[in-house]
């Protein structure tokens, strides 16, 4: 799982139906300073709530589909929470 | 999930029975300014509609078998939608 | 699988039903020699104890969701051991 | 999937028991203009005739074991079909 | 699947229930004239025999935990086959 940012959204009218409804987002990684790490990608929208901006927990492979519904859906990137914030202590 | 564009097909006459009649269509991955960016892979295409120099969302790994019938295909990647629009406001 | 140390962690009150409850730790890879290799990222803790600053086993993928209850768990990276000793012998 | 070109052959006597009859096959991923890419790995020919120089269709993942019997079979990439030719026109 | 050579041991006294019992070997993936290419990791080891310093074939994803028992076994890793020899004819 990474940190990543909401930075868009993508709409697809002609598309497989498990995709029906779901919030195509575009997410850019972040490493724990909040700095842009590697290239965006499209995650669905499991929280049912991010929004434009937003810092939020995204992960991939087979797990992206299980956290929406129906399970046997062909996503493979999901955004799971929306991050409060990150803890890293010196050590 | 990612941007792509269609940009050629694969013939293959012999191949594992779960593969007959599906298309096979090379697509290159694009950012969100519709620029290449990494390396062409061959998907099979979910939608059956996707055309030569359409701009598509294509997804990998075990979902990609459950995009297309039967469930259990081999296929690893897969076009899910054909992309109207991709929205990415400054922030 | 690979060796990591526990860096950090994340703190998410708005995610997906399944991860509530679950520790999210940021985790950064080492190699054999306990130097860090590739960029961290974030493993749920199936061990239920490592702690900040401790070497453990992690790993990626599917297999990470079955480490953790439910089994159908959206995670796809987890920490499976809090390791002792590496052995590497000269050849 | 990817394109690849059939280069080698590994044997092994003492293997896990699923892998008892399958021809083990070095491939060298190539791109549409049939130059080699990235690194050659080792695939279970999933077609059955696939030979030394021949142009195939590989892939990767939970679906390479789909392509062979048993279905639970532990392979992790496979030849999925013989590629005959592939069509890339300008665009 | 790719060429590996066992160069260590990983020993962890707390784990998930499911590794207990497993063999944890550091494996250094080989090209075909068995010289090192990337950085090793960690595999279970299901042929119950592979040594230090022995060649073997090593592959990653969910088809690892299937190689052993039990087959909900959270291992992204495993070694498959003891490589007797590697067969790269001129072409």
Same mark, same amino acid.
């Given at each position: ?16 139906? +498990? &995709?029906?409804?779901?919030? &195509?987002?575009?997410?850019?990684? &972040?490493? +724990?300073? %909040?700095?842009?790490? =590697?290239?965006? +990608? ?10 434009? =901006? ?6 991939? =492979?087979? *797990?992206?589909?299980?956290?929406? *519904?129906? *399970? ?14 990150? %803890?890293?202590?010196?050590?």
């Amino acid at each position: 799982m990474q940190l990543a940012k909401v930075t868009g959204q993508v709409v697809a009218t002609h598309k497989v139906e +498990s &995709l029906t409804g779901v919030k &195509l987002l575009i997410v850019q990684p &972040l490493n +724990s300073a %909040y700095e842009p790490v =590697g290239k965006p +990608s499209i995650a669905v929208d499991a929280t049912a709530q991010a929004g434009m =901006g937003d810092h939020v927990l995204i992960e991939g =492979g087979r *797990e992206a589909a299980v956290a929406i *519904e129906p *399970e046997f859906n062909p996503a493979d990137q999901a955004i799971l929470a929306i991050v409060d914030t990150v %803890y890293t202590p010196e050590q």
